[in-house]
């Protein structure tokens, strides 16, 4: 997964490039879409350190054809009691759907950089995440990137319907999204190194080491990162047509865009 903030740009990216319907569709839903584009990665947050049912079930929605989470989209936009909730949930699920077009256009070039470079896949996002920042003219270090996501009754609505999940554990999982997203951006570099050291005791130090970004740059990754930063350049455009084909499905006018067959590990 592309880190917080790259999902978070992407997603706002396609938005001034999308249908004028679905832009008053997003704008109306405004906080509904915003967590929508972080996908299932939020499930991953709940309870992060040990593994349990929620957390497994985001890391097997990301092997999972797209197309079967969109199906349930469609079918929950059909079963919506009122237009309110019909809007929540389409501009979740085109929240979604950006965070399917660049995931699956980036996973697999990252998976393969891992295992050339010896680079972790955590350390190579977290890299993204840095540059495109300094594109965006904020500093790295201190910005908060998950102010955006709020626990209101539409989000935790929308989310726990379409990952069929306790409301209440989607909401602690959104809530641990955003605090340690700040541990890992925000915190000091002293705070940074205690928590590594405590990660060697948890078995995560592997997986959660290189979600931390560092003051210095991650060494070897800036040829990766200049081949990530125009795949998702190039992403915009592709993302705002898949866009106008989803809707065209969920309204039952149109087949399954094509690109859900893929998954969100870009196989």
Known sequence: MPAAFAHDLYGRKVYMEADPVIKRIIKKERYCFLLGVHGP???????????NKVNQKGVRMHGEPAAKLMERG??????????????EMIAYLMGVACHFCLDNRVHAYVNAEEKRAGITHAEIETE???????????RPLHS????????????????????DEDPIKVAKAIMSFRTMNRLFINSSERTKRFCCFLLRFTGSYGVIHGMFMRKQPTPG?????DHLEREFNEAVPKGA???????????????????????FNGE
Do not use: W
Request: proline share 2%; glycine share 4%; aromatic share 8%.
């Open 241 to 263: 047509e898949l866009l106008s084909d989803l809707l065209t499905y969920l309204r039952g006018k149109g087949p399954m865009p094509e690109a859900f067959q893929g998954n």
């Open 144 to 163: 908060n990137l998950t102010c955006h996501l709020k626990i209101t009754a539409q989000t935790v609505r929308a989310s726990s319907r379409l990952f």
């Open 74 to 87: 469609r079918m929950l936009v059909r079963e919506a009691e009122t237009k309110d909730e019909r809007d």
């Open 41 to 51: 990665d939020i499930l991953f947050f709940y309870k992060a350190l040990g593994k």
């Open 221 to 225: 990754c800036e040829a990766i990162t």
């Open 128 to 138: 993204l995440e840095r540059r495109l920042l300094e594109r965006e003219h904020m």
